[in-house]
């Protein structure tokens, strides 16, 4: 059977919210191969201790990074915490990243709503 793998990213505002998260949900996302943006990763790391393959922060082209990967068929699922309240210098990657997820069909939460949901069914 082959591991699922998970991309997780949360915008500085959501990062509490999504160690929080991840915490709550520790044992499920243990089942799969999580990558995340660099802090992200690493402060799910350090908070959670959870294994997570970090790529770039977000603003250096993590956003990016993972919007390829969902590309090319390699993520099946994104948590995004998104801070709507907040300006993002690098939003033409975070507008990749969601419009990569909506063509290629990938379900991506972009709050812990819909992420609890989609962890709760064992949707992906």
């Known amino acids: ?43 799910l790391q350090e908070k959670v201790g959870l294994e997570v393959e970090c790529v770039l922060s977000g603003p250096y082209g993590g956003d990016a990074q993972i919007a390829a990967r969902v590309a090319e068929g390699l993520i099946d699922g994104v948590f995004f915490l998104v801070d709507p309240l907040d300006k993002h210098p690098h939003d033409p990657d975070i507008q990749t990243l969601l419009r990569a997820c909506n063509v290629h069909n990938v379900p991506i939460a972009t709050n812990v709503a819909t992420a609890d949901l989609i962890i709760s069914t064992n949707a992906l």
């Open 1 to 43: 059977m082959n591991v699922k793998t998970i991309a997780l990213v949360a915008h500085d505002g959501k990062k509490a919210d999504l160690v929080a998260f991840a915490t709550f949900n520790r044992e499920k996302l243990a089942e799969y191969h999580l990558v995340a943006t660099g802090t992200t990763g690493k402060l």
